[in-house]
């Protein structure tokens, strides 16, 4: 055989490793291409969804705060509009005092400011100096409160663009008005506190005007007549930067053909609504890392392919060696990024605690209602026992209104411990249990309740054994839900025409308090012990009552039901542990 017939044959040996070479390389880089593309889409589309989550939590956040902060401020008209000292004012025309006691809510309520208005719409006391004397008899706020026997809630922009939000409600003296109370809620903290973060946040009215936004200009202006003006130093504008290939599978977040996140919600208030526009570039970020960790790791296989394939060609070496130097760049940059991931994570922590801060804030919000609700009954007692005691001094019977004075008494010094017992909600757990009697404790409540029964003529009917019936707990807040278990089932038989409440105590295994109604019985019994929950109208009742009863129950280790009986009506049992003096001596 001749040479270039050996020859011959290698030669086609050495074309078909070449050829068989470059096709596994093809073959590499298809496959690397394929799985990185993969890899970009899947990942993409699973940050976007946890982006849009994140966003939504953000959203019902902002929402929540705001309704917390509004449903806090519309309280206080109301308990303002009673304050004796506010009325003797305003009837003496002496103010010397009122900006004082004016000032002094505010700390406590966390209002922006609080006015008092004569009839003639004059600032007459003020937390603000410079306001006193000013005239409202045009405002808003002072027309309507005139016309109205509620509480009403204005909204006014001032020339510099901000928008005013305040309650309003008249005082009477004898069913005439002598004045409005202004309460003005601050919202505008929550522009400041959304200024510095990354999404751009704007609440609309129900007439799509914008009332608050991250933007100061974009207030009075509709959403696309804001948005449209897209100042460069605006939230907006950073969130509209190079994100449009990150989302090309979304096909609902453009915006003037940039890709943005954009969320809406209702705010349950007037319908008010909030929208807000989330970037893309934590997305951008998370997926750049993990497509560099597989570009380099695709890299290092490619690498090792040819320094195993050309180990003795110097060229290839150099090259491999130039390509190390690449993959180790790579390597800081990716260092630098995990650096900036870090970063991110405690700003994140930061986020947390402001959250936590929040939950406070709305705590504080539900006290402040639970507060009126309470102090209602006690109240109403109060107003019967005064009616009774005048009417018997009238008659020169002075001794039995004599009786109803100190009733009264009693009731003043039960709503100083109701006012303290709630203050404890802030912090459980600082006060001793000690054994209750449940008929006591009954006794007492019966008492209180028996205006209401007298005035509604309701047959009641009770039933308690002879022995004590001994518990651990807090004998005023055992009380508190005894009297609101009988308050409700007095508010179900108001329109029957033989209205009947049945109050059994029993003991057993459990001390158990059994009080049963005649009336229509209860629609829903799934959301009967959720807050701000109530059938009744508008006014008289805030819906509380049934879910502060049960949280006191659930703390002293026994439970509170709800059921419709079989014969029409509503039955609500309150089971407590019994208290066993020889096992709490053992113990």
């Known amino acids: 055989m001749t040479q270039a017939a050996r020859t011959k044959p290698r030669s086609l040996r050495h074309r078909k490793r070449v050829w068989v070479t470059r096709f596994a390389v093809a073959l590499l880089l298809l496959v690397a291409v394929a799985i990185v593309w993969g890899t970009k889409v899947w990942l993409t589309s699973r940050f976007i969804e946890t982006t849009?989550?994140?966003?939504?939590?953000?959203?019902?956040?902002?929402?929540?705060?705001?309704l917390s902060e509004l449903r806090r401020n519309a309280?206080?008209?109301?308990?303002?509009?009673?304050?004796?000292?506010?009325?003797?004012?305003?009837?003496?025309?002496?103010?010397?005092?009122?900006?004082?006691?004016?000032?002094?809510?505010?700390?406590?309520?966390?209002?922006?400011?609080?006015?008092?208005?004569?009839?003639?719409?004059?600032?007459?006391?003020?937390?603000?100096?410079?306001?006193?004397?000013?005239?409202?008899?045009?405002?808003?706020?002072?027309?309507?409160?005139?016309?109205s026997n509620g509480t009403v809630f204005t909204k006014t922009m001032r020339p510099t663009g901000a928008f005013v939000f305040a309650y309003s409600r008249?005082?009477?003296?004898?069913?005439?008005?002598?004045?409005?109370?202004?309460?003005?809620?601050?919202?505008?903290?929550?522009?400041?506190?959304?200024?510095?973060?990354?999404?751009?946040?704007?609440?609309?009215?129900?007439?799509?005007?914008?009332?608050?936004?991250?933007e100061p200009r974009w207030r009075g202006l509709s959403e696309d007549a804001a948005?449209?003006?897209?100042?460069?130093?605006?939230?907006?504008?950073?969130?509209?930067?190079?994100?449009?290939?990150?989302t090309g599978d979304v096909n609902d977040v453009y915006l003037r053909g940039e890709a943005v996140m954009r969320l809406t919600g209702r705010i349950p208030f007037r319908g008010w609504n909030i929208v807000t526009y989330t970037n893309y570039s934590s997305v951008r970020e998370k997926v750049n890392g993990v497509l560099a960790l597989e570009i380099m790791g695709f890299a290092i296989i490619l690498a090792l392919a040819f320094y195993?394939?050309?180990?003795?060609?110097?060229?290839?070496?150099?090259?491999?060696?130039?390509?190390?130097?690449?993959?180790?760049?790579?390597?800081?940059?990716?260092?630098?990024?995990?650096?900036?991931?870090?970063?991110?994570?405690?700003?994140?922590?930061?986020?947390?605690q402001s959250l936590a801060q929040s939950s406070k804030l709305a705590a504080l919000g539900e006290m402040s209602a639970a507060v009126s609700h309470e102090l209602n009954q006690p109240l109403a007692a109060m107003k019967t026992y005064l009616a009774g005691a005048r009417l018997l001094l009238s008659r020169n019977r002075a001794e039995e209104a004599l009786a109803s004075i100190q009733r009264i008494d009693d009731l003043i010094e039960r709503m100083g411990a109701i006012t303290k017992q709630l203050k404890s909600?802030?912090?459980?757990?600082?006060?001793?249990?000690?054994?209750?009697?449940?008929?006591?404790a009954l006794s007492s409540a019966l008492s209180m309740m028996e205006p209401q029964l007298r005035q509604g003529r309701?047959?009641?009917?009770?039933?308690?054994?002879?022995?004590?019936?001994?518990?651990?707990?807090?004998?005023?807040?055992?009380?508190?839900?005894?009297?609101?278990?009988?308050?409700?089932?007095?508010?179900?038989?108001?329109?029957?025409?033989?209205?009947?409440?049945?109050?059994?105590?029993?003991?057993g295994e459990t001390a158990t308090l059994t009080v049963r109604d005649?009336?229509?019985?209860?629609?829903?019994?799934?959301?009967?012990?959720e807050p701000f929950y109530t059938t009744k109208q508008p006014g008289e009742g805030v819906g509380l009552g049934l879910a502060i009863s049960s949280g006191i129950v659930s703390d002293l280790g026994g439970r509170l039901t709800a059921r419709n009986a079989e014969g029409g009506g509503a039955v609500f049992e309150m089971q407590l542990p019994i208290y066993l003096e020889d096992i709490e001596a053992a113990e």
């Open 425 to 440: 909600y802030a912090r459980k757990g600082s006060d001793q249990l000690q054994p209750v009697d449940m008929k006591q």
């Open 518 to 529: 005649n009336g229509h019985g209860i629609e829903d019994l799934d959301e009967l012990f």
């Open 308 to 352: 195993f394939l050309s180990r003795k060609n110097a060229t290839r070496v150099m090259l491999i060696q130039r390509e190390s130097a690449e993959l180790r760049a790579l390597n800081l940059r990716l260092q630098r990024e995990i650096a900036e991931r870090e970063r991110v994570q405690e700003t994140l922590a930061v986020t947390e």
């Open 227 to 246: 948005l449209e003006r897209q100042p460069a130093t605006t939230a907006i504008e950073r969130a509209l930067q190079a994100t449009a290939e990150w």
């Open 458 to 507: 309701v047959r009641l009917e009770k039933a308690v054994p002879e022995n004590p019936v001994v518990v651990m707990g807090d004998r005023v807040r055992v009380e508190q839900v005894m009297i609101n278990l009988i308050r409700n089932a007095l508010d179900a038989v108001g329109g029957q025409s033989d209205p009947r409440v049945d109050v059994l105590l029993s003991a």
């Open 75 to 147: 309280i206080v008209p109301q308990l303002l509009a009673r304050d004796p000292s506010l009325i003797g004012a305003l009837n003496s025309q002496d103010f010397s005092r009122s900006s004082q006691r004016l000032i002094s809510f505010v700390d406590e309520i966390g209002a922006a400011s609080l006015m008092l208005l004569d009839r003639d719409g004059r600032t007459v006391a003020a937390t603000a100096r410079e306001r006193l004397g000013s005239t409202h008899r045009n405002a808003n706020y002072f027309v309507e409160a005139l016309r």
């Open 52 to 66: 849009q989550n994140r966003a939504e939590v953000r959203l019902a956040l902002y929402s929540g705060q705001l």
């Open 170 to 214: 008249r005082l009477e003296e004898g069913g005439v008005p002598i004045g409005v109370i202004v309460v003005e809620a601050d919202l505008g903290k929550f522009e400041s506190a959304w200024a510095g973060i990354t999404d751009a946040v704007i609440v609309t009215d129900s007439e799509g005007q914008i009332i608050l936004a991250t």
